[in-house]
């Protein structure tokens, strides 16, 4: 399963500390969209988002550039406008309680409408996921991995999650980065427009995937020594019930085994059935 990770979660730290809701006469949304706007010009959030993130030169900028674009009043707006259909800006008096629910569902908005909209980004976004997953999957301890690989919802609550961004982002070529901030962006815009009919794989194209899928498993499978490949035939069988790290290994399997799909829309064909269209 792939998922689109919380990369806005390290906002949290700066805008946690300029946020203050106070009762004066602005109201909280006005408060909110102040200090979310304020992210777009606030250098104090760069230099803490680059170390956190062990960035550096060309990369820093890059991840700077993009959460500029993503603290544009058009998204801000958005975020306020479904928190505001929530309730959370009338149930509750300003407080520090507040302050956090508001970031938080902020995170899983912007979280929510980038998987969403995957169906309706072009095939060039869906491989710079699909990149930036293959190298997520393979920074994961395996009860993390596992959990990542049958889509367990508890996922995101693991800090190893929320930290992944800082392991992967120094891995990933300047290309491989750019490319998949831009999907993030396409896929947020898309899905807010609703631009673009969302894309679903006819029943001749799933069948051609999961053929493909399944003749490069068992041609990675045949690279490994008998006592594996039986292993990971068996963690198939049941990934539920499949130790951590039998189940992450046939994650990775099977992510190495589409990347290295030669027919480049064999490969996207395959991308496009693990994410689910």
């Keep these: 399963m ?56 060309d990369k820093k900028k890059l991840v700077a550039e993009h959460f500029k674009q993503m603290f544009t009043p058009y998204y801000v707006d958005y975020y306020i406008k479904k928190l505001d259909e929530e309730g959370l800006f009338k149930t509750e008096k300003p407080s520090e309680k507040l302050k956090q629910k508001l970031l938080a569902r902020t995170i899983a908005i912007g979280n929510d409408i980038s998987n969403k909209g995957i169906a309706r980004v ?9 990149t930036y997953n293959v190298k997520l999957i393979n920074s994961f301890s395996a009860r993390v991995c596992k959990m990542y690989v049958i889509g367990d919802p508890r996922l995101f609550s693991s800090k190893e999650v929320q930290q992944a961004p800082a392991r ?89 085994a589409t990347d290295e799909i030669a027919n480049q829309d064999d490969r996207m064909l395959v991308i496009n059935y693990l994410l689910k269209l």
């Design 2 to 57: 792939i998922t689109i990770k919380r990369i806005c979660l390290i906002a949290g730290v700066v805008l946690a500390s300029i946020f203050t809701l106070c009762a004066c006469s602005k109201t909280p949304q006005e408060q909110f969209r102040a200090a979310m706007l304020d992210l777009a010009d606030n250098e104090k959030f760069f230099k803490q988002l680059a170390t956190t993130l062990h960035l550096s030169g």
């Design 122 to 130: 072009s095939n060039e976004d869906r491989k710079a996921y699909f």
């Design 168 to 256: 992967v982002f120094p891995k990933m070529s300047y290309a491989e980065l750019d490319a998949y901030l831009k999907a993030l962006r396409n896929a947020s815009k898309a899905y807010i427009q609703d631009q673009k009919e969302v894309e679903k794989l006819s029943q001749s194209d799933t069948q051609k995937a999961q053929e493909l899928l399944m003749d490069n498993l068992e041609l990675q499978l045949s690279k490994l020594p008998q006592n594996q490949q039986a292993r990971l035939r068996r963690a198939a069988d049941n990934l539920d019930k499949a130790m951590p790290i039998d189940a992450c290994n046939f994650g990775k399997l099977m992510y190495k």
